[in-house]
Structure formats: C-alpha cells, structure tokens
C-alpha cells in the first residue's frame, strides 16, 4: 500500500462524459499502461486500475 500513500494526481481526463471521474498518476507514461484490475462498481460503472508494465507502479483509475 505505499503506493496509495505517495499518489498524486496529475491529470483528469476530459472526454466531456460527466460521469467519466478517470484520472492519471504522476507515474502515468504515454503507452506504457496495462490494466491490473477490471471490475464493476456496486452502482454498475466500469473500474479499471492501470500500472505502468515496466515498472509495476499504479499510473491510472480509470471510472466510467
């Protein structure tokens, strides 16, 4: 979990969909992201956590 601690968001997107709330992590790098966790939320949104593929570090929470 340390991680989570030091986590910093960097960047939200801004595909315009309101209830889109993905954002990006300092670690996020263009490419490099694959998805660790995909799963549905209790009230049926989509929740994706992205890791960065070389480093193994959280780079992206991806809700929609």
Known sequence: MAQIEGLQVVDM???????CHTVRFQH???????????????DGRQLVVF??????????????
């Open 13 to 19: 997107c801004r595909c315009g969909d309101p209830g």
């Open 28 to 42: 996020y790098r263009p490419g490099k992201s694959v998805a660790l966790v995909h799963t549905n939320t209790l």
């Open 51 to 64: 890791v960065d593929e070389e480093t193994g570090l959280l780079t992206e929470l991806e809700v929609i």
